[in-house]
């Protein structure tokens, strides 16, 4: 081997060692910065991990952290992509908070994952309304059509009860917010009801008589939730029927008094941020809580 070979192989050790110390100089702020759930920040706010589904509440959590200015704390909001993994970091602590399940599925998790999480606070609720291309009022629907609702467990529950609302079907009392089609104990039109992706539905309504789906996907095939169904359940907070699927701001049981999430609690619970979620969402969204 000759001397200038191997001169330059120590030259290249040399700056692979140099790589990795950054590299693990990097990574170790990462994780320290990641894992900073309630201390204080550069600028001397107490930080608080908000943990959210999509990128849809963000505003709402700008708007959140301007009323959390003036008490020196700061909603570090993280976002990701599937709701049952962010349940498992809230409690596991590596999210202070979340923002983005409604009471039914968080008695569903917490029954299912014997999880230690409590809901500290209301935000908004989504309506879930029946919606066609082939009639107007859900009294036309004949003998034996197709009614489209989503096909996970929680909306398809949901979905049901909207159908007993409507006075189309009746449902076995004993299985409470989230009956089963197999639960359906009255049927008089012998309507087919359907489980479908829910984010397919609306595009799906030529091929059905009618079909329910989530007002986000409503949204998203530009039509208006309230406007644009045949039969809606007014949002109303005080309805015990709405109860289950009003969301909600959740933490660890053992947080649920903490004082500085309620801080971040009430500033959800502010003017502005009624009239943001009021103004932005129209309609998709409607505030669960009073100012």
Do not use: C
Not at 205 to 226: E, K, M, R
């Amino acid at each position: 081997m000759s001397q200038k070979s191997s001169h330059n192989k120590k030259k290249v050790a040399s700056l692979s060692a140099i790589l990795v110390a950054i590299l693990v100089v990097i990574l170790g702020f990462i994780i320290v910065s990641g894992h900073n759930k309630s201390g204080e920040s550069a600028k001397g706010k107490k930080v608080v991990t908000v943990g959210i589904i999509g990128s849809n509440d963000v505003p709402i959590w700008k708007q959140v952290n301007k009323e959390l200015a003036s008490k020196h704390i700061y909603a570090d909001v993280k976002v990701f992509s599937d709701g049952e993994a962010l349940n498992q970091a809230t409690n596991s602590g590596q999210i202070d908070i979340n923002s983005f399940q409604h009471y039914a599925f968080l008695h569903q998790e917490v029954s299912q994952k014997n999880y230690k999480l409590t809901a500290i606070g209301n935000t908004y609720i989504q309506p879930l309304n029946i919606y066609s291309k082939k009639i107007k009022n859900v009294k036309n629907l004949k003998e034996g059509d197709k009614i489209a609702i989503p096909n996970n467990p929680t909306n398809a529950g949901r979905a049901l009860k909207v159908l007993e609302k409507a006075g189309l079907i009746k449902t076995n009392p004993a299985k409470g917010y989230s009956p089963t089609v197999s639960d359906i104990t009255s049927n008089p039109k012998k309507l087919q009801i359907i489980e479908v992706d829910p984010a397919a539905i609306i595009k799906l309504l030529p091929n059905f008589a009618a079909g329910i789906t989530n007002s986000n996907f409503v949204q998203a095939n530009h039509l208006n939730p309230s406007k644009d169904s045949i039969f809606a359940i007014a949002p109303n907070i005080n309805d015990s029927y709405n109860k289950p699927w009003i969301n909600i701001l959740v933490t660890k049981t053992s947080e649920e008094n903490n004082k500085t999430y309620k801080e971040v609690v009430n500033a959800y619970h502010s003017k502005a941020v009624y009239d943001l979620i009021e103004k932005e969402y129209k309609g998709v969204s409607l505030p669960a809580f009073k100012y």
